[in-house]
């Protein structure tokens, strides 16, 4: 599935760029002083993850917090250029505190539901390397600064670094956790007006691992992120 995905993510990148050659050869025959601009390249967004698909028992606590950064290539596909795509790299952070505690026994990770009062936070983290791929529309010109933008699309993301982390009164026990799926993936949308913009993105594959389980039971947390995104020119 991740090999059949990057394909189409490869393929749709050769066919965009292709687009926009052509357009753009297209637009150099013809004079239009100001529909060279780009918008909307740098990116920086801060939101909160929901676990969704949790068994009963298993609730969310503290702030759940994630935090994005990349550059996006704005390819316009029109004249006017208010429609295209964008291609982007990124880096994010994500943090889920929960009632499930992690311990390694062993090579083995082991998952268990505990009562709030026993620990002060149990969290989960991860660092990932993400790329992007928007179709982008807006209500900009070369000369108005604020405008309406709608961008959807996709997002894959590796995840180079997995973390599990419990503090309790007695003290802290960290460790690198190997369940996480290196591959993540899911459908997004930013939407807004000038500087505050909706960040909304859900994922369409398990945080862990296949096999990963809590009381026997598997564990198919996904996330669902809701927040705020901000765009530099």
């Not at 002083?33 to 918008?39: G, K, M, T, V």
């Amino acid at each position: 599935m991740i090999r059949t995905l990057l394909q189409f993510i490869v393929s749709a990148v050769c066919l965009l760029l292709s687009i926009s050659v052509l357009g753009q050869t297209k637009m150099d025959t013809t004079v239009v002083s100001d529909s060279r601009y780009l918008e909307d390249q740098f990116y920086f967004g801060v939101g909160y993850n929901v676990l969704l698909d949790t068994p009963d028992q298993v609730g969310q606590q503290n702030l759940s917090y994630n935090l994005q950064a990349g550059f996006i290539k704005d390819i316009p596909l029109n004249q006017k250029r208010n429609f295209g795509v964008g291609l982007g790299l990124g880096y994010a952070v994500n943090s889920y505190y929960s009632n499930i505690v992690s311990s390694k026994e062993s090579n083995t990770i082991v998952y268990q539901v505990m009562e709030s009062s026993n620990f002060n936070r149990s969290k989960f983290e991860t660092h990932s390397i993400e790329f992007p791929l928007e179709l982008r529309w807006r209500t900009s010109t070369a000369e108005e600064y604020k405008f309406w933008r709608i961008y959807a699309g996709a997002k894959l993301g590796y995840v180079f670094s997995g973390r599990s982390k419990l503090v309790t009164d007695s003290g802290n026990d960290s460790f690198s956790n190997n369940d996480v799926e290196k591959f993540q993936y899911g459908l997004m949308l930013n939407f807004g007006y000038n500087t505050w913009n909706i960040h909304a993105y859900y994922a369409l594959h398990p945080l862990l691992k296949e096999g990963t389980a809590l009381n026997g039971n598997p564990i198919d947390f996904r996330v669902l992120r809701i927040g705020l995104i901000f765009y530099i020119l």
